[in-house]
C-alpha cells in the first residue's frame, strides 16, 4: 500500500474520488460538496489554522487502486484548555478492508503524535462542531446537507482499533405542524403584557447587528461547555453571507426582552436532495440549476443548526417566544418536516427544550476517542439512546 499526502489539484481529486468508490452502489448517499471539504483546508478560509494545523493523504493499494482517505489535524489554541493535547481525525474513507483501516488511523496517529497529541478524537471536523462530526451509527438516511454518512462497517473499524465511544451525537425529526403553537402563543401573549418583548428576522441591510446580538446570546448561552469557543460577529456574518443564496431570513430570527438579545434560532432549508445532481462538484454551470431548483420547490426540510437562550432570560419564557414566533403559518406550510442537528445527548437542558416541540430522534452519530499513552483515562459522556 501507498500513502500520498495531498498537496496539488490531482491529490483533490484522488481525495474527492475516494468516497465514490466507497458509496458506489449506496443509493441513499449524497456526495458533499467537494468546495465545503477543500473549504477545512484551506488557511484562508477555515479561522483554526491561525493556531492550528492540517494534512489529508489518500490511500492506493499494491495495484494502485484508491483504497482509502483520511485527514488528520491539530487545534493548539483549543488544546491550551484541555488537560490532554488532542488531535483529530476526520474525513474518513475506505474500502471495506480492516488492514486498509488501521493503516490510515495509524497515519494519521504518527501525524498527530509527533505534535504533542496523546488522546485522537474521531471521526471529527477541523473547527465547527456543527458539520463532518461523528460516525453515523443508527439511521442510515439519506444525509442531510454537511451531515455524515458512512458505512455500517466503518463502526467495526473504529472500535476495533480501540477507538472508545465518547460522545453520542443526536439528530431530532418532527412533524411542524406538531409544535404545540397555541399552547405557546397563550404564554406569549401573556409576557407580552409584561414586558416589552420583539422578535427580529435577520435583514441582511442590518447584519452586523444581527451577528453582534447572536453572539452575545451564543457566548452567554454556551459557555460552560468543555469545547466552547467564543464566536465573534464577523465570524457568523461570513457564514450568513455564503449562505445567502439558499437562506431563508424568515428562520434566522432573534427574540429581545426590553431591547435585551434574549434567544435565537437558526433554521436553513435543507439543499442535499437539490444537490444530488452535482456529485459533489458544484461548477459555474451547476449553479443556475441548484437555483432554479431552489426557486421551484414548494417544500423544504427545515435543519436547525442552532438554538440558543440567554442565561439571563432562561426560565423567564425566552423558549416560548422565539419557537412560537419561528412557529407561524408560513413556516409550518413552507418546512412540513423539521429536523434539529448536532445536539450533545449530554446537553439535557437542549434536549430536554427539543422535546417539547414533540420530536424524536432520529439518527444518531458518535464521535470516539483513543488514548494514545498508558494511563490517561477517557470519561465519556452519558449516552442516552441505544445504538
Not at 477543500?38 to 494545523?53: I, Q, S
Not at 430570527?253 to 444537490?275: M, Q, R, T, W
Request: with cysteine; glycine share 6%; net charge positive.
Amino acid at each position: 500500500m501507498k500513502f500520498t499526502e495531498v498537496r496539488s489539484k490531482q491529490d483533490w481529486k484522488d481525495f474527492h474520488r475516494v468516497p465514490h468508490i466507497v458509496y458506489k452502489n449506496d443509493p441513499h448517499w449524497i456526495a458533499p460538496l467537494q468546495g465545503d471539504i477543500e473549504a477545512v483546508f484551506d488557511p484562508k478560509v477555515n479561522d483554526t489554522f491561525k493556531a492550528g494545523e492540517a494534512v489529508c493523504w489518500v490511500l492506493r493499494d499494491d495495484s494502485g487502486q484508491l483504497a482509502g482517505r483520511v485527514a488528520a489535524f491539530m487545534d493548539h489554541a483549543r488544546n491550551k484548555m484541555q488537560e490532554h493535547p488532542i488531535g483529530g481525525l476526520g474525513f474518513f474513507e475506505c474500502v471495506e478492508n480492516e488492514t486498509f483501516a488501521f493503516a490510515l488511523f495509524e497515519k494519521a496517529r504518527e501525524w498527530v503524535e509527533a505534535r504533542g497529541a496523546t488522546v485522537l478524537d474521531g471521526p471529527v471536523n477541523f473547527g465547527e462542531r456543527e458539520k463532518f462530526w461523528g460516525l453515523l451509527v443508527k439511521g442510515f438516511y439519506p444525509p442531510l446537507f454537511q451531515e455524515n454518512y458512512q458505512p455500517k462497517y466503518y463502526r467495526r473499524f473504529f472500535e476495533n482499533w480501540g477507538f472508545i465511544p465518547y460522545e453520542q451525537i443526536l439528530t431530532f425529526r418532527g412533524e411542524s405542524n406538531a409544535i404545540p403553537v397555541e399552547r405557546l402563543r397563550n404564554v406569549v401573549k401573556r409576557l407580552k403584557q409584561r414586558s416589552n418583548i420583539e422578535t427580529k428576522n435577520l435583514d441582511y441591510s442590518q447584519l452586523e447587528q444581527y451577528t453582534k446580538d447572536f453572539c452575545e446570546i451564543y457566548n452567554a448561552a454556551f459557555s460552560k461547555y468543555g469545547h466552547f469557543k467564543p464566536l465573534q460577529p464577523e465570524q457568523v456574518q461570513k457564514i450568513l453571507l455564503e449562505a445567502k443564496a439558499i437562506a431563508d431570513t424568515n428562520t434566522l430570527s432573534i427574540s429581545y426582552f426590553d431591547g435585551k438579545p434574549a434567544a435565537f434560532c437558526a433554521v436553513l432549508p435543507d439543499i442535499n436532495e437539490l444537490i444530488r445532481f452535482a456529485k459533489g462538484k458544484l461548477s459555474w454551470w451547476k449553479i443556475p440549476i441548484l437555483l432554479i431548483k431552489k426557486a421551484m420547490k414548494k417544500q423544504f426540510i427545515a435543519k436547525g443548526i442552532g438554538f440558543g437562550i440567554h442565561p439571563d432570560f432562561q426560565n423567564k419564557g425566552a423558549y416560548a417566544v422565539i419557537v412560537e414566533h419561528m412557529a407561524n403559518t408560513r413556516n409550518i406550510r413552507r418546512y412540513p418536516q423539521m429536523y434539529l442537528t448536532t445536539v450533545r445527548a449530554h446537553n439535557f437542558e437542549a434536549v430536554g427544550v427539543y422535546q417539547k416541540l414533540n420530536v424524536k430522534v432520529d439518527r444518531i452519530h458518535v464521535a470516539y476517542r483513543k488514548p494514545l499513552k498508558e494511563g490517561i483515562p477517557v470519561e465519556s459522556f452519558e449516552f442516552t439512546e441505544p445504538y
